[in-house]
């Protein structure tokens, strides 16, 4: 039995309704998805209590406290990649709906932001 805990980027508080958030650590929201073999058996949205300007690192932290083993984001600095990259959480990038975002990711369809080793950023992104 393949259990996995997404972590969604929302704009709001509307769960599967809401929008992918464009930046990560400015979300206002995270939509926390259980899933076990391939079917949802659970969500709830939990807010970013990490959220501000500049706070992808934060909220890398924040997130990872709540167990999840995959992350889906509009876009996310070179810092909080990192961070994830070094908790062994595979990040994919998704424009649009959140219910959207899942069923492409549990279709195996979503494109996965990698740590990049070309660039040298200062701060924690987006």
């Not at 509307?14 to 929008?19: E, L, V």
């Not at 979300?27 to 807010?47: A, D, H, Q, R």
């Not at 990649?81 to 990711?105: D, H, L, W």
Request: a neutral charge; aromatic letters at 6%; one cysteine or more.
């Amino acid at each position: 039995m393949k259990k996995i805990r997404l972590a969604v980027t929302l704009t709001d508080e509307k769960g599967m309704d809401s929008q992918v958030s464009e930046h990560f650590g400015q979300c206002g929201y995270f939509l926390l998805v259980n899933i076990e073999n391939g079917k949802i058996t659970s969500s709830k949205v939990v807010p970013n209590s990490a959220q501000h300007g500049g706070g992808g690192c934060q909220a890398v932290a924040e997130i990872l406290k709540h167990g999840v083993s995959n992350v889906i984001a509009g876009g996310m600095g070179p810092n909080a990649i990192n961070k994830f990259a070094a908790a062994n959480v595979p990040v994919f990038t998704y424009c649009g709906k959140a219910s959207a975002a899942i069923k492409e990711f549990l279709e195996s369809s979503l494109g996965r932001i990698d740590p990049c080793e070309d660039h040298e950023h200062g701060g924690c992104g987006h």
